[in-house]
């Protein structure tokens, strides 16, 4: 094809209502046209529903391997859905009307002899891969969530039982300690009444009784440096 796709843009109007009296009515035994809803669903049953990946996808970002692993492969004429995209963003047409511009894509289908078919099979096609690598990811997701959960309860667990064994530990401390302390008090006192006993004894001999029968002295202070 010799000249660009936007080089065959015609303009095409809208078709004048026919008054109702001149317009023919089906001829019996001829179905009345399609929608253009029920033309699309035609389209999309011949779709498979579900898209079946060949190759692992690396680059999630990457719409294009998507594509490729999905096996999604254009149409011989090289019109898909996102060429048409690119063509409707095109600075020669995107800032005319919605109709001019779907009117130009069709005629530059027409010219290329690409059915308006093919694109919206193109179209379902990568839609359905995407929506199902979204399932793929969604489903790692979910079984990654999972297997952390579960990772984060056998810490957790392994925490309280570390916890649980250093406290017990703690504890165990802090009964040695009252038990040793309990053990010197008792027997501080029994040496108070052994100091008194001496004490007593040694009164009857001396004036300044050189016996000490209080309880331990207070450690000296500190020395001061010597200022200079």
Partial sequence: MSKKWYELFVSVGQPSEQPEETREAPAPGNPAPA????????????VAPETKFTTPVAAAASFEEIYRSAEIQPPAHGFTIMKVAEMLRSEHIR????????SSVLVALEAAGA??????????KRDRALDGFERVQEKGVTDLEARKAQENQQIQ???????AEHRSRIQANN??????KERFYAWRLKKQEEEQKISDAVSYFVTENPITTAGPAAAPAPARASEK
């Fill in 115 to 124: 059915p308006l078919e093919d694109v919206i099979q193109d179209a379902v």
């Fill in 157 to 163: 667990a392994e925490m309280d039982r570390i916890v």
């Fill in 95 to 102: 800032n005319l009307p919605r109709d001019v511009k779907r």
């Fill in 175 to 180: 009964d040695e300690l009252s038990k040793e």
């Fill in 35 to 46: 929608s253009a809803a029920q033309a699309v669903a035609d389209i999309a049953r011949t």
